[in-house]
């Protein structure tokens, strides 16, 4: 099975923003999708291609970006967006917010949205598909040629944990502390084609494996597999899908900074001849549970002997590396607001530490998400 890819110039950079449309009386989520997408296409007019699209669920509106060269490119584009369906959603009593899974709502009070392939999957799938009422970011860098894709794929494993912690923003689940940083990260992994992307050899064997899939009827597309980094041959990309979803467009920010540096130097290191270290993915399984359940504060392995360091530690180290990529990309800024994250705390600190005010009220938690969509910055 032959899969082309269309190949990338630059590092250029994409951003997918699952979010929720929340009632402001209730704080629950609430679907509207539908009336405010077609009013949305309405408003940009009928020939413009959309940056906002259905997802799984009525109460779901996925913001994407165009094809952009910096990261600042890519929140103005985001940002843009975000104020036409708010202005759409605010008189329906609608507000936008986004974490990995919202405070309290239940997932079997929501609406399908109308697209077949949602319909489909949920036949396929039946209850582990209804259950994905979660959220997430993701975002793709330009890769130069289909041979780098899977070795930047499997390189970037290595930092799952980082992404995944930095990013924790879903401690709650149908109204309860699950304990769990990012419980989003394993109610997804239900899906049989999501997780942990499998470490292949090359671009040959990635269309090997594609084509078993395809042919055994397991997967249409590469749109199936959801795994947590794949590379997008039609957009010619390495997409980092394990984050979950962030409440402000700081943290989106910082986040797509640091995916684009990343790649951005393992590009480069290919270029000069550098073979990409491929990690044991029974070391990226354990230090993706670890940051799933102890989100900054977790200890990653970061040797095959299992020395284990604070991955709160090892992000603002990696900071400091990619600053001098950060700034060719003219991202620096945006780069060094992941150290602002660390100071303040994930999402699912906040959100804990907001519950705690509250004694344990999480329309207080959604209260303080809808403020942080709204000022873009995280809330102290």
């Not at 920010?253 to 393992?266: N, S």
Request: glycine share 6%.
């Amino acid at each position: 099975m032959h899969i082309p890819f269309s190949s990338s110039a630059t590092s250029s950079l994409g951003i997918e923003w699952e979010i929720q449309l929340v009632d402001r009386d209730t704080r629950q989520l609430r679907g509207a999708a539908t009336v405010i997408l077609d009013e949305y296409q309405n408003k940009i007019g009928k020939d413009v291609e959309p940056r906002a699209k259905h997802e799984l669920f009525e109460s779901t509106i996925e913001v994407i970006t165009g094809v952009c060269d910096t990261v600042a490119g890519a929140k103005a584009d985001l940002s843009s967006t975000l104020g036409l369906l708010r202005d759409l959603a605010e008189p329906r009593g609608l507000a936008l917010m986004c974490s990995g899974t919202h405070p309290f709502t239940g997932y079997d009070t929501q609406q399908l949205s109308p697209d077949p392939r949602y319909h489909s999957l949920l036949d396929r799938m039946q209850w582990i598909a209804r259950r994905m009422l979660i959220f997430g970011v993701h975002v793709h860098v330009g890769v130069r040629s289909q041979d780098k894709a899977i070795p930047v794929v499997n390189a970037l494993a290595t930092y799952i944990p980082h992404f995944l912690a930095l990013s924790s923003s879903s401690p709650y689940w149908l109204g309860m502390d699950t304990g769990l940083a990012s419980s989003r990260s394993k109610v997804f992994e239900g899906l049989p084609t999501a997780g942990l992307p499998y470490l292949l050899s090359d671009w040959a064997q990635f269309e090997q494996f594609m084509a078993a899939l395809v042919s055994s009827g397991t997967v249409e597309s590469i749109r199936d597999v959801w795994w947590d980094i794949r590379p997008h041959p039609n957009f010619g990309t390495v997409e980092l899908r394990i984050c979950d979803g962030l409440p402000t467009l700081l943290e989106v920010g910082a986040i797509a900074a640091l995916t684009q540096c990343l790649v951005d130097r393992m590009n480069t290191q290919i270029d000069r001849g550098y073979t990409l270290p491929t990690p044991q993915r029974w070391a990226v399984q354990e230090n993706k549970w670890r940051a799933a359940r102890y989100g900054l504060d977790a200890e990653i392995m970061v040797d095959e002997q299992g020395t284990t360091h604070c991955v709160r530690n090892e992000i603002a180290d990696l900071v400091d590396e990619l600053l001098p990529v950060a700034r060719r990309l003219e991202c620096a800024d945006e780069l060094t607001d992941v150290l602002h994250i660390l100071d303040v705390g994930s999402s699912c600190e906040r959100q804990r530490a907001v519950a705690r005010r509250a004694d344990g009220d999480l329309a207080a938690v959604v209260d303080t998400l809808l403020q942080e969509m709204e000022s873009r910055r995280p809330t102290l």
